[in-house]
């Protein structure tokens, strides 16, 4: 079975241009969460995406946006990118778990994005 | 409120036991267990649940003390190959369905 994948692996951008990261799931899965974390830091929720709608995002600004198209997969967009968006974003597909509030999560090998 | 992990980073030799915390300021249903190698995504280890058993494979472990709000990691006779950051992601009731992420442990193991 097929993991999460991510793309680009690497993405190399300028102050103020916009990147867009794209999120395959897992077969089956509905859900797809976002994750930005900078280097040596912990994980720092982005957006939840469900069934084509988003569910709940995290403490980040408007400019961080995304979106789930009909196949599950999804979209993450970065505007107007500042330095300090230098991170690997993570992308992560759930499944539903008997017993569990909240799915458990598979990670995608991540986007690292850079910005000069 | 984001879980505290402790402790914050630790060195091992090979064969060595180490014990991961993660403690929260709420009442858990649960917590899952992550392990990122440098370079490289988390992988899921275990959930435990609320009310659930003490979960494990291979040598390592965990369990869950509701009362404490609190969840350990147990890795006996440590490998090589369990060098990394270990994240402890918790939810409660009024998270959202989300899981609200530790900074996570930084093992090293030395052979």
């Known amino acids: 079975e097929a993991g999460v994948t991510q793309s680009p692996t690497h993405l190399i951008k300028t102050r103020g241009q916009q990147a867009t990261l794209r999120c395959s799931p897992i077969s089956g899965h509905t859900s797809v969460y976002w994750y930005q974390q900078a280097l040596g830091l912990g994980l720092q929720f982005l957006l939840w995406?469900?069934?084509?709608?988003?569910?709940n995002r995290g403490n980040f600004p408007p400019r961080f946006s995304g979106r789930q198209f009909p196949n599950y997969s999804s979209e993450l967009n970065v505007n107007a990118l500042e330095l300090e968006d230098s991170a690997l974003y993570l992308c992560?597909?759930?499944?539903f778990g008997v017993g569990q509030l909240t799915d458990t999560q598979y990670f995608g090998p991540g986007t690292r994005l850079t910005v000069l | 409120q984001q879980p505290v992990q402790s402790p914050q980073a630790v060195i091992l030799r090979e064969g060595e036991d180490a014990v991961i915390n993660c403690s929260s300021s709420?009442?858990?249903?649960?917590v899952h267990w992550y392990r990122q190698k440098h370079g490289e995504a988390p992988v899921f280890l275990m959930i435990?649940?609320?009310g659930g058993e003490q979960k494990g494979h291979d040598k390592i472990s965990a369990s869950f003390n509701e009362k404490k709000q609190q969840s350990s990691l147990y890795l006996t006779a440590s490998q090589l190959s369990y060098s990394g950051t270990y994240f402890c992601g918790t939810e409660s009731m009024d998270s959202n369905y989300q899981l609200i992420w530790g900074a996570g442990t930084k093992l090293i193991i030395k052979p």
């Open positions: 709420k009442a858990l249903y649960s």
């Open positions: 992560a597909s759930s499944s």
């Open positions: 995406y469900d069934e084509g709608e988003e569910r």
């Open positions: 435990l649940l609320k």
